[in-house]
C-alpha cells in the first residue's frame, strides 16, 4: 500500500504509467558528435575485451586448463549442492538477503572487502586459455604453386558443370 501511494506521489502511477521518456540532447556540432562516438566505440571495445578474457578463463576453469582452480571450483559447488540440500531454500534465500544489506555495516566492511579482495585475487591467477592469431593473407602472399592449384581447381570445376 505504501509502494502505491509513493508511486502515485511521484507521478509515476496514472495516467503516465508505461510512459517512456526521453531526454533530447542539447545541440552539438559534429566534431564533438564524432569524439562522442569514438569514446562510446572505445568503451565498447574494452567491454567486449574484458567479456573474452572472462569467457577464456570460464572455458580453462571448464576444461581444467588449471587443475587446482578447477578442483576449488568443484569442492565449492559440490558444498553449494549440499548446503541447498540439506537446508530449506527459504533460510538459504534469507541468510544471502541478510549479507547482501549487512555487508556495508562498520562491523562486517572490512570482512567483506578482504572476501571480495580473495575473490578477485583467486580469479587473476586463473590464465585466460591461450589464444593463437593467425595473420591474414592476402592474394598478393600466396606463392606461384599455390595461385596455380586455385585456378586449376576453379577450371575442373568449371569443366565438371559443362
Known amino acids: 500500500m505504501l509502494l502505491l501511494k509513493g508511486l502515485k506521489e511521484q507521478g509515476r502511477l496514472g495516467r503516465s504509467f ?6 533530447d540532447q ?13 569514446e562510446a566505440m572505445r568503451d565498447v571495445e574494452n567491454y567486449l575485451q574484458n ?3 572472462t569467457l577464456l578463463k570460464i572455458r580453462t576453469i571448464i576444461l581444467s586448463g588449471q ?18 540440500l540439506v537446508v530449506p531454500f527459504k533460510y538459504v534465500l534469507g541468510f544471502v538477503i ?9 562491523f562486517r566492511r572490512e570482512m567483506a572487502m ?13 590464465p585466460a586459455a591461450p589464444v593463437a592469431v593467425i ?12 595461385r596455380k592449384e586455385i585456378t586449376d581447381k576453379k577450371s575442373e570445376r568449371t569443366q565438371k558443370q559443362y
Not at 508505461?18 to 531526454?23: F, H
Not at 556540432?29 to 569514438?38: C, G, S, W
Not at 578482504?114 to 586463473?126: A, G, N, S
Open 67 to 84: 587443475p587446482q582452480v578447477t578442483t576449488e571450483v568443484a569442492l565449492v559447488l559440490l558444498g553449494s549442492a549440499t548446503i541447498l
Open 26 to 38: 542539447p545541440p552539438s556540432n559534429t566534431i564533438q558528435k564524432i569524439i562522442a562516438v569514438k
Open 98 to 106: 541478510l549479507d547482501l544489506f549487512t555487508r556495508e555495516l562498520d
Open 18 to 23: 508505461g510512459k517512456v521518456t526521453i531526454r
Open 135 to 146: 595473420p591474414y593473407e592476402s592474394d598478393d602472399s600466396w606463392s606461384v604453386d599455390q
Open 114 to 126: 578482504r572476501f571480495i579482495r580473495f575473490l578477485k585475487e583467486r580469479w587473476d591467477t586463473v
Open 51 to 53: 567479456l573474452n578474457v
